[in-house]
């Protein structure tokens, strides 16, 4: 028996208005998915409009890609759905913290595939991704903000999600959505980490921490609560 969908509420901001026509009725074919948002601008956009953002990157003649990186920053799943696929402004979205990037050109699987991977915390590349990863001649470290890299230093040190939370004076849920993030940047670079002693592996091979610093933090009295 196949298992029930996950409902979620997905928004979509776009300057064009027949792409956003568009996009509601390819979601509107899949079980589960609801459209609440829709707009042609970021603005007043916070992390929890939705459970999966679409943004176009241009919007209005703006390149809004610093509104992308701060909307992730805050825990926002974002999906940018864009013409522009030079390869340089992909790395820049995939560096910003997005969950996924799908050029229009490649049309309503991808991007319903994209979106249901983004809400589920799971990486899913499209055929432009991926064409840009493996041209990418950087390391295959990925390429982590320094919200996920603190993050995962601090929840390493043995400390509780909710002790990292107080400590960088945010929500659970957006340290967990750093966490799951960085999990699946790694996994788009093929080297998976899906328990917490793989991901401090994962960050100890990639200098991200030491093991001195970890042994330092467990002789640390706990944090006050």
């Known amino acids: 028996m196949?298992?029930?969908?996950v409902a979620f509420?997905?928004?979509?901001?776009d300057d064009h208005p027949v792409v956003i026509d568009g996009v509601?009725?390819?979601?509107?074919?899949?079980p589960g998915v609801r459209v609440g948002h829709t707009g042609d601008t970021t603005a007043d956009l916070c992390s929890g409009t939705a459970d999966v953002l679409i943004v176009d990157l241009n919007l209005n003649g703006r390149l809004v890609l610093p509104d992308v990186g701060a909307l992730a920053a805050a825990g926002q799943r974002v999906?940018?759905?864009s013409q522009f696929t030079d390869a340089s402004l992909v790395m820049d979205v995939l560096d910003m913290g997005a969950s996924g990037f799908v050029a229009k050109s490649e049309g309503q699987a991808h991007l319903l595939h994209?979106?249901?991977?983004?809400a589920a915390d799971r990486p899913y590349v499209p055929p432009t991704t991926a064409g840009v990863l493996v041209c990418d001649r950087s390391p295959v470290s990925p390429r982590l903000s320094q919200q996920e890299r603190t993050s995962l230093l601090w929840w390493f040190q043995s400390m509780s999600k909710?002790?990292?939370?107080?400590?960088?004076g945010v929500s659970v849920h957006t340290v967990d959505m750093y966490i799951k993030r960085a999990r699946v940047k790694y996994a788009q670079v093929g080297r998976p980490a899906p328990t917490k002693a793989d991901m401090l592996a994962r960050a100890i091979e990639d200098g991200l921490v030491t093991p001195?610093?970890?042994?330092?933090?467990?002789?640390?009295?706990?944090p006050p609560a």
């Open 2 to 5: 196949a298992r029930p969908q």
């Open 9 to 13: 509420d997905v928004g979509i901001v």
């Open 24 to 30: 509601r009725a390819w979601l509107a074919e899949e």
């Open 79 to 81: 999906v940018v759905f």
């Open 114 to 118: 994209a979106v249901r991977a983004a």
């Open 162 to 168: 909710a002790s990292v939370a107080r400590r960088m």
């Open 212 to 222: 001195g610093e970890v042994a330092r933090s467990t002789r640390r009295p706990p």
